[in-house]
């Protein structure tokens, strides 16, 4: 299991690439949530994700000999992104796997990175059997998205960051895929605060680390269909869920339209463009899924990589339903 001081090395080691991100506070989210609310924003990390610290953490753990042939992983999203970002700061070879079917958006950004591109199957077991073919292949060192100490230890810096810009706080909520977030954030905050609890959210229509969580085991889901595409993840890790077990103390559900409810929540009134993996913290707290009250509550805003198409569809959809609900209420 990994160690406060693991989190402390990759603090120090990644201080000099990855931003100490802001954290912002709302009175208007302060008043629905009934808590003191701080939004971390690793939206605006370096990639548009916090997963440049894990990746970057990773790079900057091998030695050059290992280095020499470059990295590879299988990803449709903000891992590739954040392993490519990192890539180009270490002049380090990045080859990303990603499915067929990847949005053009996502794409542009890997390449502008430099990285090399390779496009296999639509499912993550496809992609990553793919990657480890590469790796065989060229001696590529394959990076995986979260079941790994120095992505876990890099992850968890963001809970260290925390303690430095807030001093003490009572809770934390931060998003879950494969738990390499929580788990390092775990970590970090536990064995440094006293009485800080730690709150995992998930959609209620991925929710395998809520069902392994509850049963003591990892169960594996078959099928996942959410928004939030950073957390469509079958089961949490091996790793990281001894992690979750030991340190989480619980996990929320949210659902699709609570989700979406965030998203143009966080863009219309905070100006934080948010994507819906990264809102499920703030769904939580704003639709009454959070269980504390008076408290001085942090959530974690994971990223900012979303598809503008798909947002102005939910920003339709989300200012629709507020006016009919409005107009019914009026005619009453
Ligand atoms: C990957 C990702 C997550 C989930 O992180 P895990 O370490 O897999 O739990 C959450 N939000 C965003 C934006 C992500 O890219």
């Not at 990847?102 to 542009?108: D, E, G, R």
């Not at 992505?151 to 931060?174: H, K, N, Y």
């Not at 905070?270 to 707290?285: C, D, F, H, I």
Request: charged residues 25%; contains cysteine.
């Amino acid at each position: 299991m990994i160690t406060l001081q693991d989190v402390r090395n990759a603090k120090k080691r990644i201080a000099q690439f990855a931003h100490a991100t802001p954290t912002f506070s709302s009175q208007t989210l302060n008043m629905i949530s009934g808590n003191s609310v701080f939004l971390k924003a690793e939206n605006l990390q370096k990639s548009g994700s916090f997963k440049f610290r894990g990746a970057m953490n990773f790079l900057l753990s091998l030695n050059e000999k290992d280095l020499k042939n470059g990295v590879v992983t299988g990803s449709s999203g903000n891992h590739g992104q954040a392993l490519a970002c990192a890539g180009k700061l270490m002049n380090t070879a990045v080859t990303v796997v990603v499915p067929e079917d990847v949005s053009i958006a996502k794409l542009s950004a890997m390449e502008s990175y430099g990285a090399k591109i390779e496009k296999c199957g639509r499912t993550s077991t496809e992609r990553l059997n793919r990657a480890y073919e590469i790796s065989k292949k060229d001696g590529a060192i394959f990076v995986p998205p979260f079941d790994h100490p120095w992505i876990m230890a890099g992850q968890g810096t963001i809970g260290l960051e925390l303690i430095e810009q807030l001093g003490d706080f009572d809770a934390v909520l931060v998003p879950c895929g494969g738990c390499g977030l929580i788990s390092g954030i775990s970590v970090a905050v536990k064995e440094t605060l006293k009485d800080v609890k730690v709150y995992g959210v998930e959609p209620e229509q991925s929710n395998s680390t809520y069902l392994s969580f509850k049963a003591g085991y990892l169960m594996e889901l078959k099928n996942i269909s959410t928004i939030a595409d950073g957390l469509r993840t079958a089961m949490p890790g091996k790793l990281t869920f001894p992690v979750v077990q030991k340190y989480v103390d619980d996990i929320l559900l949210v659902t699709e339209e609570e989700i979406k409810r965030a998203v143009v929540f966080l863009l219309e009134r905070m100006k934080l463009l948010v994507e819906p993996s990264g809102a499920v913290t703030v769904a939580a707290l704003i639709c009454g899924k959070f269980p504390l009250k008076g408290k001085k509550v942090v959530a974690i805003l994971s990223g900012g990589n979303v598809d503008l198409f798909a947002l102005s569809e939910w920003i339709k959809e989300v200012k629709q339903r507020d006016k009919d609900e409005s107009k019914s209420f009026r005619s009453v």
